[in-house]
T-cell receptor, first 115, second 110 residues
């Protein structure tokens, strides 16, 4: 256990469904991130939150909607997704966005399949 | 654009051999680099890091080398074990977030 917990571990959803991914960290970190990991591609940064405020949206389609109610919790709300959105979604946290010690701590990810 | 990449998608070694995984980066302003290991079904895990004011850093069985002249980063694993089988990523600190390379899959046969 890394200290970053993601639920669910696996999710299958239809293109018309609405679902949410949850991430929780108890490391006392102030920054949280969503990354998308697709086969044969580098991890893609989606969103950055620092002290609950979104500081970066990396041109992510509006069918992905993040929410950060506090520094310990991060959600990714999903609606009307496409099959190409199937991927492993990773949450990470760090003491601050410019972290230069030990990098980020990652959760185990949610494996999303859109059918 | 600015990116971090790895030279080889796969590397196969025998148990006990030394492994070298390479990474090329393009952002000369990057000042902090990290190697991550990702095992099947898990998220990336921190292995070792290095700042741009260093050219070598050693950990337990791992060594990271940084060559800023050619913008090259490498991870050396001594006496590779079957438990080292995983995907390895390098990442650079772009200021607001980490940028990752594609990864090298290391396979260790006994």
């Amino acid at each position: 256990e890394t200290g970053v917990t993601q639920t669910p571990r696996h999710l299958v959803m239809g293109m018309t469904n609405k679902k949410s991914l949850k991430c929780e960290q108890h490391l006392g970190h102030n920054a949280m991130y969503w990354y998308k990991q697709s086969a044969k591609k580098p991890l893609e940064l989606m969103f950055v939150y620092n002290f609950k405020e979104q500081t970066e949206n990396n041109s992510v389609p509006s069918r992905f909607s993040p929410e950060c109610p506090n520094s310990s919790h991060l959600f990714l709300h999903l609606h009307t997704l496409q099959p190409e959105d199937s991927a492993l979604y990773l949450c990470a946290s760090s003491q601050d966005p410019g972290q230069t010690t030990y990098g980020y701590t990652f959760g185990s990810g949610t494996r999303l399949t859109v059918v | 654009g600015e990116s971090v990449g790895l030279h080889l998608p796969t590397l196969s070694v025998q148990e006990g051999d030394n492994s070298i995984i390479n990474c090329a980066y393009s952002n000369s302003a990057s000042d902090y680099f990290i190697w991550y290991k990702q095992e099947s079904g898990k998220g990336p895990q921190f292995i070792i890091d290095i700042r741009s004011n260093m050219d070598k850093r050693q950990g337990q069985r791992v060594t990271v080398l940084l060559n800023k002249t050619v913008k090259h980063l490498s991870l050396q694993i001594a006496a590779t074990q079957p438990g080292d089988s995983a995907v390895y990523f390098c990442a650079e600190n772009a200021g607001t977030a980490l940028i990752f390379g594609k990864g090298t899959t290391l396979s260790v046969s006994s």
